[in-house]
């Protein structure tokens, strides 16, 4: 080992730094290597095999990451590095063999390569957990132990979608499922019930890494079942069935699949997309397939309820995935501010740097209280993980287009950086699924904002402290636990109680008076948003979906996002670390305020932009990330 330095990020979490020599060679599979048991620890240790980003002769640099996506191809290096580090591992729990504990700490480790590739981290990764977090909820011991086994073995596992409104390739088509025709019995004519198992039909033109999956998790329609919560299963099929029905492909019909009904499983060839082209998206079709009994994932008709349990996880990473992906590019255009002009960056610019950072500060305040909420409030984590699924992408696009300003989108000049950018707007809409993603949480929003603001906003408990504080100790993560409706809104208790205190209290220096104008402002706006919806539902119960209720719905999540900005804020006081500075706070309650259409606004003092862009320029100069851990990363420091 050589340079070993050990320094802290700014939440006191020790890391090593340096020009330490990592080993890319470990072992795949947890059973035999020895990880961090942190996983904030393992997150340093796998940006530093990875790399700089910005190094152009890196294998998993951004010019060989944006080389394989101008082909569609995979990136093998970086590919074979995380089968080193053992990233399946990172997917499976800890009962099961394998590394994940708390959710916050699976996003720190996808992280660092979400600051590189969203499509290697969605290809290599962060597919097979949607497909296993299913298992983890409601699967059998022997389904857990298969999908783990798979997982920890360096394998794939491939999520089938249920087909939705909205959907885009990705969500349209889908996978039938029904019991086979009931078999003879010798001597007693026919069967009096149907035979076990399912025999499956339909085609998925949009499968994640359908070409090497060793296992697939279908979310199939129960035969003739129309959509309710009953009208799905999910279904754990093994990829060596697959092969044993080609197999028998030219043989006869299976037992109930009708006649002139082969039995017959095809991959589809790859299906082109704008976005996440170092992926691989195939497909699936099925016809006459049978599958045993116990390929069922908890009991028949769940698949809905599952659905709407293991999303709240997968939404609140894909936030995540977001933040670290712009993360990357704000770097760059940092360095490009800064290299322009050595001698000071201009108001124009600075002020686009300063309002990206603090946005993105804002993002990982609600996207860390939301993957806090998971372990610590379960019966609320469903309108959180809608929340942040519906606010980030929205502010992250934003933030790219103004960082276009400085970077440029074409050209020369834009550099590994442009090209970042314009790959990371291609991106986005392909991991969050675009319109259809927004769809789905206005699903779980609408019918509950009612309810919400007659019986919680304002009444509420506050919420623990653990969402919002540095790195506490969480209780495990159970995804079946989780509820999928009902709940208190933890967000606007958030706003409101710490509302409460900066009124009392305020901040240090001249941010005292701002922060109390733009508190007292959210807070009535969350008022006025109870008194409207209380207009059009006088009794709490569900809003009919409409252009009225959707306006709603998109001001209470910018109104809900201030909550867990002031949260960050209030109680990472004393830390330290950035997070605990009003400047930040003030520039994105400001931000949101004008997203709002808000009047009235205070003007911030200068310092507060200021202070924002030297942090910005600081983390740059010395390779600390831009969110609330600000920890050391692996890139080449000015």
């Known amino acids: 080992m050589r340079g070993l330095t050990e320094v802290r990020d700014q939440e006191g979490a020790v890391a090593v730094a340096g020009d330490t020599a990592v080993r890319g060679d470990m072992p795949v599979c947890g059973d035999t290597a020895v990880p961090e048991a942190d996983a904030f620890d393992r997150a340093g240790r796998l940006d530093r095999m990875l790399g700089d980003p910005f190094d152009p002769a890196g294998p998993v640099g ?14 093998a290096a970086g590919e074979a590095m995380l089968d080193g580090f053992g990233l399946g591992a990172e997917f499976v729990p800890v009962a099961s063999g394998g590394r994940l504990e708390r959710a916050d700490g699976l996003a720190a480790v996808l992280g660092a390569v979400f600051r590189r590739d969203l499509a290697l981290g969605f290809g290599h990764g962060m597919t097979s957990l949607f497909a296993a977090t299913p298992v983890w909820a409601a699967g059998s011991a022997r389904q857990r132990e298969a999908v783990a086994g798979l997982l920890r073995g360096g394998g794939r596992a491939a999520i089938v979608h249920h087909a939705t409104a909205h959907g885009n390739a990705l969500l349209t088509g889908e996978v039938i499922a029904t019991r086979p025709e009931p078999v003879p019995e010798p001597g007693r004519g026919r069967g009096r019930g149907p035979g076990p198992g399912f025999v499956l039909d339909g085609r998925k033109e949009a499968v994640m890494n359908a070409d090497r999956a060793g296992m697939f998790t279908v979310y199939a329609r129960n035969g003739g079942a129309t959509n309710g919560p009953g009208s799905h299963s999910v279904l754990l099929l093994d990829r060596d069935g697959f092969d044993r029905a080609a197999h028998d492909a030219a043989g006869a019909a299976p037992p109930g699949a009708g006649p002139g009904r082969a039995r017959r499983v095809r991959i589809l060839d790859r299906h082109p997309t704008d976005g996440l082209r170092g992926g ?7 016809h006459g397939h049978t599958a045993p009994e116990d390929a069922l994932v908890g009991h028949e008709g769940q698949g809905m309820r599952l659905a709407l349990q293991t999303t709240q996880l997968s939404r609140a990473l894909i936030a995540a995935a977001l933040v670290a992906g712009a993360d990357t590019v704000l770097r760059a255009a940092v360095a490009a501010a800064a290299r322009r002009a050595p001698g000071g960056i201009g108001r124009r610019f600075g002020g686009v740097l300063a309002g990206v950072l603090a946005d993105l500060l804002l ?14 409030v379960p019966h609320s984590a469903h309108l959180t993980s809608a929340t942040v699924k519906y606010l980030v992408p929205e502010v992250i696009r934003d933030g790219l287009e103004d960082l276009a300003q400085i970077q440029g989108t074409a050209g020369p000049d834009g550099g590994p950086g442009g090209a970042q ?23 779980v929003l609408v019918p509950q904002l009612a309810r919400l603001a007659g019986r919680s906003w304002f009444t509420a408990p506050e919420p623990p402290h653990g969402l919002y504080t540095a790195r506490p100790g969480l209780p495990p993560l159970d995804l079946g636990a989780l509820a999928v409706a009902g709940g208190e809104d933890t967000l606007a208790a958030a706003l409101v109680h710490g509302a409460r205190r900066v009124l009392d209290r305020s901040a240090p220096g001249p941010y005292g008076p701002v922060l109390r104008r733009l508190v007292t402002a959210f807070v009535g706006e969350l008022g006025l948003l109870r008194e409207r919806l209380r207009s059009l539902s006088p009794d709490g119960r569900p809003v009919a979906p409409g252009p009225a209720v959707y306006s709603l719905t998109d001001r209470y999540v910018l109104v809900s996002a201030a909550g867990a900005a002031l949260s960050t804020w209030e109680w990472r006081s004393g830390t330290g670390s950035f997070a605990a500075h009003p400047s930040w706070l003030v520039l994105a309650l400001r931000r949101l305020g004008h997203r709002l259409g808000m009047t009235g606004l205070p003007e911030l003092p200068a310092v507060a932009g200021e202070r924002v862009l030297d942090e910005a320029l600081a983390r740059w100069r010395t390779g600390r990330s831009y969110d609330l851990r600000a920890c050391a990363l692996e890139v080449e420091r000015p």
């Open 62 to 75: 951004l010019g060989a990451l944006l080389d394989a996506d101008r082909v569609g191809a995979r990136c």
């Open 363 to 376: 993002c990982d305040s609600v996207t860390q209280g939301a993957l806090r909420t998971l372990h610590l």
């Open 421 to 443: 950018l314009r790959k990371l707007l291609r991106d986005m809409p392909a991991a969050g699924l675009g319109h259809a993603g927004t769809a789905t949480c206005q699903a």
């Open 280 to 286: 691989y998206m195939g497909g699936l079709e099925l």
